[in-house]
C-alpha cells in the first residue's frame, strides 16, 4: 500500500471517530406541555444548569399566548424572541444538549408538531394540579405514532395537587404509555420537603430559591434513621411505605423500554424552585438517546455515515417584512455539515453552499463552520427551502416529514384588492411552504380553502399576506367539518365517489385527492354508501 493511500486511510479512520464522538454525545430533544404547565421556566432552570445562562429570568417565554390576539406589533416583536429561542444548545458534562422550543400557543400546533419530527425524544411538562391537557395529548398522539421515547416531569409540586398515584394513573390512562417514577415526592405544597430519587437512591432536600440550587444528601439506604432525622418521623415513614409500594407495583426501570417508547420514567419536582430538576437532567443525558436513524423514503440513513444529509423542519420569516429573507432550520441527520461546501437541494435538483449558517448556543446565534448529527443549523434564504426539503452530498434522499393532519378549521380566501392577485397568490403559496395552514383547492369551483388549527392563524395569514407581500385577503365562511384524504384500490369506486362527491370535492398542495366533510354524519353515510373508499384523516397512510 502507498504512502498516500495509508495516510488517506488514517485520516479517515480519525475522521470516523470524532464523527462517532461527537453524535454519541449529542441529546436533541424538545419540551412539550400544555400553556403554563411550566416549559419556559423548566428549560431556564436547564440553561442555567448548563451555564448557558447565568442568572433566571434571562429566557422569556413564548408569550404570545398571553397578549390579545389583536396585538400585532407584541407578535411582531416576539417572532424575533422566538427564532432566538427556536433552539437552544448547550454543553452539560461531556453532552452537547440541543433543546427545541415548541411554540405554546394552542393555535400554532402545527408548528409544534413539525419540530417533533427534529427530536430525538422528549420531555412532557405536567402540572400536578391540572394534569394531563389537551394540548399534551394531541402531542403524545405524535410521539406514539413515531415511537418517541418520552420522559414525564410532573411540575408545581410546591403547589397543593393531586396525590402522585393518582397523578402517575392518569398519566397511564391519558398519555397511553406505562410510566415508572424515578424520583418521589415527600410531601407537597407548603409541607413539600423535597424529592428521593430513586434511580440513584439518595435524597434531595427542598430549600426552595428560584435562583439557586439546592444541597444534595447522600443517603445510601431509604430506612436509614437520618432519613427520619431530615424529614420529620411522619414523612419517612410515609416515604417508605410509597416506595415499596411503587417497587411492588411498578416493574424495574429498563432503559430499552422507555428507548422503545413503551415506558415513560417519571419525575416529580418544582421547575420555579429549580427542584427535582438536576435528578431529571443528570437521567436524561444517562438515558436519552443520541441521534438515531432516520428513515428515508429510499433507505435508512445512519447518522455515522459519511455523507451529510438533513432536512429543513421549520421556516421562521424574518422580522423585517421589506426584505423577504427566511431562516430555514435544518437537522442534520448524518456525517458532518460544513460551511461553504456544495450540497445537494434534492426538490429543486441544485447545488448550493451556505455562507452564513448560523448554529444556536445558549440564546445566540452564532457563524458556524461545521456541526453534526442532532444539531440544528439555521441558513438565511431567500424563497429557496420548503418545509421537508432534503440536503445531502449528492445522493438524491427523501427525508418523510410528518404528515398533513385535518385542519379543525376552514374558510374561504378572496382576493380584496383585485389589483394585487399576482401577489396574493405568491404570498399564499409561500406562507403555505412555510406550513402556516394547509390549503386545499376546490376541484369544482376553483376556490382556495386554508384549513388551520386555531382562529389566530387567520389573523396571522391576513396579516402577513398585507405587510409582507401588499396583498390584501377576505375570508369567506365555509362550513366543513374535517378534509379527509381518500383512496381506493377499485378505479371505478373511486371515479364514482369523486363524481357523486364532485361540489366536496377539493386537491391539497400536493394534488392529492381530499373529500371535504361538512358534518360528521355526511362522512358516516359516505363510509355506508362507498364501502371500497378508505377516508384517512391524515395525508400519510
Ligand atoms: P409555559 O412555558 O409552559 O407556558 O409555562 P411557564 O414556564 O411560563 O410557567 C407558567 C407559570 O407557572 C408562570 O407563572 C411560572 O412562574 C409558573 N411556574 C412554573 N413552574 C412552577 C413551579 O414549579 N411552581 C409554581 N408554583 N409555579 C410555577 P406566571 O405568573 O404565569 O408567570 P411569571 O410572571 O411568573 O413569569
Redo the contacts with the bound molecule.
Keep these: 500500500m502507498g504512502i498516500y493511500v495509508r495516510l488517506f486511510l488514517i485520516k479517515n479512520d480519525k475522521m470516523a471517530e470524532e464523527l462517532n464522538k461527537e453524535i454519541a454525545r449529542r441529546r436533541t430533544f424538545a419540551i412539550i ?10 428549560t431556564e432552570k436547564l440553561l442555567l444548569f448548563g451555564g448557558a445562562i447565568h442568572v433566571a429570568g434571562a429566557v422569556k ?2 408569550k404570545i ?1 398571553k397578549t390579545a390576539t389583536s396585538d400585532w406589533m407584541e407578535i411582531e416583536k416576539q417572532r424575533g424572541i422566538s427564532v432566538a429561542t427556536s433552539v437552544m444548545g448547550f454543553n452539560y458534562g461531556d453532552y452537547k444538549i440541543n433543546i427545541l422550543d415548541t411554540p ?1 400557543h394552542q393555535d400554532f400546533a402545527e408548528d409544534t408538531f413539525r419540530t417533533l419530527t427534529a427530536v430525538d425524544s422528549v420531555i412532557i ?1 405536567v402540572d400536578a394540579a391540572k394534569g394531563v391537557e389537551t394540548q399534551t395529548r394531541r402531542l403524545m398522539e405524535v410521539c406514539r405514532m413515531r415511537k418517541t421515547p418520552v420522559i414525564i416531569f410532573v ?5 397543593e395537587g393531586r396525590d402522585p398515584f393518582d397523578i402517575l394513573d392518569e398519566l397511564e390512562k391519558e398519555l397511553q404509555i406505562n410510566v415508572r417514577p424515578l424520583t418521589w415526592p415527600i410531601n407537597m405544597g407548603a409541607r413539600f420537603k423535597g424529592v428521593y430519587n430513586i434511580y440513584e437512591q439518595g435524597l434531595d432536600l427542598f430549600t426552595p430559591s428560584k435562583q439557586t440550587v439546592s444541597e444534595r444528601i447522600e443517603i445510601s439506604d431509604v430506612s436509614s434513621p437520618k432519613v427520619d432525622e431530615l424529614v420529620g418521623e411522619a414523612d419517612a415513614a410515609k416515604l417508605r411505605e410509597d416506595l415499596e409500594l411503587i417497587e411492588g407495583v411498578y416493574p424495574e426501570f429498563d432503559a430499552n423500554d422507555y428507548l422503545a417508547g413503551d415506558t415513560a420514567p417519571v419525575f416529580f ?5 429549580t427542584f427535582g430538576v438536576k435528578e431529571l437532567l443528570d437521567c436524561f443525558v444517562k438515558i436519552a438517546p443520541a441521534p438515531r436513524p432516520i428513515q428515508a423514503v429510499e433507505r435508512e440513513v445512519r447518522p455515522e455515515e459519511e455523507a451529510f444529509t438533513g432536512f429543513v423542519f421549520k421556516i421562521h420569516a424574518n422580522m423585517d417584512p421589506n426584505h423577504r429573507s427566511c431562516i430555514a432550520f435544518v437537522k442534520i441527520c448524518s456525517g458532518k455539515f460544513e460551511r461553504n461546501v456544495n450540497y445537494r437541494h434534492v426538490r429543486n435538483d441544485k447545488m448550493m453552499r451556505f455562507a452564513a449558517p448560523t448554529a444556536f448556543m445558549a440564546q445566540k446565534k452564532n457563524i458556524v463552520d461545521e456541526a453534526y448529527p442532532g444539531d440544528i443549523v439555521g441558513i438565511p434564504d431567500t424563497g429557496n427551502f420548503k418545509i421537508g426539503d432534503t440536503l445531502t452530498g449528492g445522493e438524491i434522499l427523501h427525508f418523510k416529514g410528518l404528515p398533513s393532519f385535518s385542519p379543525e378549521m376552514f374558510k374561504y380566501i378572496e382576493n380584496a384588492d383585485p389589483m394585487k392577485q399576482k401577489q396574493l397568490d405568491k404570498g399564499i403559496h409561500q406562507l403555505m411552504d412555510e406550513g402556516v395552514a394547509q390549503m386545499f383547492t376546490n376541484s369544482f369551483n376553483g376556490r382556495k380553502i386554508i384549513g388551520t388549527v386555531g382562529q389566530l392563524q387567520f389573523e396571522v395569514i391576513q396579516y402577513r399576506l398585507l405587510h409582507e407581500y401588499g396583498a390584501q385577503c377576505r375570508w369567506e365562511p365555509i362550513s366543513l367539518y374535517k378534509a379527509c384524504w381518500i383512496e381506493s384500490d377499485d378505479e371505478e369506486a373511486l371515479a364514482a365517489f369523486k363524481k357523486r362527491k364532485h361540489q366536496f370535492m377539493a386537491v391539497d398542495k400536493e394534488g392529492r385527492d381530499v373529500f371535504l366533510a361538512d358534518s360528521n354524519y355526511v362522512l358516516q353515510m359516505a363510509r355506508n354508501d362507498f364501502p371500497k373508499i378508505k377516508f384517512h384523516f391524515s395525508s400519510e397512510f
Design positions: 406541555s400544555h400553556p403554563d404547565a411550566g416549559k419556559t421556566t423548566l417565554s413564548n399566548k405554546g411538562v411540575n408545581k409540586m410546591d403547589r419536582g418544582s421547575a420555579l424552585n
